[in-house]
């Protein structure tokens, strides 16, 4: 009877040995799972971060962009202010408190005009005042520039040549603390003697 036992015995751990009967996954495939998973999240979220970068880049030069077309199209609709140096502008130095000419119960020179336009689109319409800010103020939508300037320079007024320079700051990626200067020139002959 004992041999009738130790039969017994024995076939039972041979069959809990086998794991014939068990179903599912060790604690450590689950663990290595979710290792792996962790670290793809990981992988997934920075490559998010790389394409909010691109993306805040892209905005920036579209907002440095829209400044530069704003003014140029103030610029034609004004020509003899262009002639006449009225447009030259530096925003770091550009006094916002200025007093907006009205031009809408009388007729402005063309010199008011070209000052209407500079407050327009350094100061913004409505903004409080301030100095060296350059906004974008397009149809109730105002775009700010990250330490924007604006500079616009006569290349040869006479002829209608000026010179527009956008610039902005953005943050390195990874070194948040590092500002990189950016900028935007562009040339072009606003009027025709």
């Given at each position: 009877?004992?041999?009738?036992?130790?039969?017994?015995l024995s076939g039972n751990r041979l069959a809990?040995?086998?794991g014939a009967n068990?179903?599912?996954?060790?604690l450590i495939e689950v663990m290595i799972a979710a290792f792996l998973l962790s670290f793809s999240i990981l992988g997934?979220?920075?490559l998010q971060m790389i394409g909010m970068k691109g993306t805040q880049q892209s905005m920036m030069k579209q907002q440095a962009m829209s400044v530069v077309h704003n003014m140029i199209e103030r610029m034609r609709v004004n020509q003899a202010g262009v002639i006449a140096g009225d447009y030259v502008l530096d925003s770091s130095?550009?006094?916002c408190t200025q007093t907006l000419p009205n031009c809408t119960t009388s007729d402005c020179s063309s010199s008011e005009i070209a000052l209407l336009d500079q407050l327009n689109i350094v100061c913004g319409y409505g903004s409080s005042p301030s100095t060296g800010a350059v906004k974008v103020t397009n149809v109730k939508d105002n775009a700010i520039l990250v330490e924007g300037t604006l500079q616009v320079t006569c290349v040869d007024c006479s002829k209608g040549d000026v010179a527009l320079s956008v610039g902005w700051v953005?943050?390195?990626f990874g070194k948040e603390e590092v500002n990189v200067p950016q900028s935007l020139t562009l040339n072009t002959r606003i009027a025709a003697p």
């Open positions: 009877m004992k041999s009738n036992q130790n039969n017994n809990m040995k086998s068990q179903y599912g996954y060790s997934i979220a920075s130095t550009f006094d953005e943050r390195e």
